[in-house]
């Protein structure tokens, strides 16, 4: 996403757990990663602060869109998230 968006734009990365937090932060690093920021929080209450976005993607499944992330796209934004309530189909 960070190429997709390049040097101009910038990706804000939203994870509640800690360790795959850093671990990101680590890897964004190692491969000289300048425009990403790892936020270590609730994805599903979105990152009000830098908003609106043009683009919201979330890679969790959630029962329903979060409000929270509604109201934070920029009118004519896209959002990509798994909606559902079969939690079964993110296992192998």
Known sequence: MANLVGPQGHVYSVERISELAGLA?????????????????DGS?????????????????????????KQQLKIGGKMVLPVGRDYRSCFW
């Open 25 to 41: 932060r680590k890897n964004l690093e190692s491969a000289r990663i300048k425009n990403v920021t790892v936020i270590e929080a």
């Open 45 to 69: 209450i979105g990152l009000a602060e830098h908003a609106p976005y043009d683009r919201i993607s979330v890679a969790a499944t959630a029962p329903y869109i979060p409000e929270p992330l």
